[in-house]
């Protein structure tokens, strides 16, 4: 069973469009995260939960939002896309918050914006 | 604030070769966690060393070895005898007292058989 695992792998769409990234962990983590890789490899965060609260809100455009029905699943939605939010979004789990937490990625999800 | 520098933006080398890593850091806080984390060309980041600011003993790990040192707020990792599965991006990074893991740029590792 994997890990984190988020769904699509691929999600190709139209400026303009709303979209959703899918994520669950079955690790029992507490805390779920959500980063952006762009096309230059580099790694932002942008939102983190802990037992469904959010507790990381980098400075994202408010048409991306957050939701954490429950601790084991953290999903993204994204209204009104825009070119420039073509990246990977990972997801990602630790047991806690603390900065001795390593994390565990999913394999990410491709969003190309057209 | 934190930042991580990864200086090396690409690295290739031949199957056997040794390759180091280098990652500077920058962070105010007394205690933080220095992180490595691989990304293979199929996507997926993967966890493989934590260090805590107060840690500064070298580990080894296999072909991987992890110098820390304090005084130069550097955490270089080297690869001994590449392989060509150790091709991957390879991300340094940082968590200090504002819980966030901030990545270095991450350096493009090639090993050619």
Known sequence: DTAVSQTPKYL???????K???CEQNLGHDTMYWYKQDSKKFLKIMFSYNNKELIINETVPNRFSPK????AHLNLHINSLELGDSAVYFCASSRSPGKYEKLFFGSGTQLSVL | AQKVTQAQTEISVVEKEDVTLDCVYETRDTTYYLFWYKQPPSGELVFLIRRNSFDEQNEISGRYSWNFQKSTSSFNFTITASQVVDSAVYFCALSSNDYK????AGTTVTVRA
């Open chain 1, 12 to 18: 190709v769409t139209q400026m303009g469009n709303d």
């Open chain 1, 68 to 71: 954490s029905p429950d601790k």
């Open chain 1, 20 to 22: 959703s990234i899918k």
């Open chain 2, 101 to 104: 893991l901030s990545f270095g």
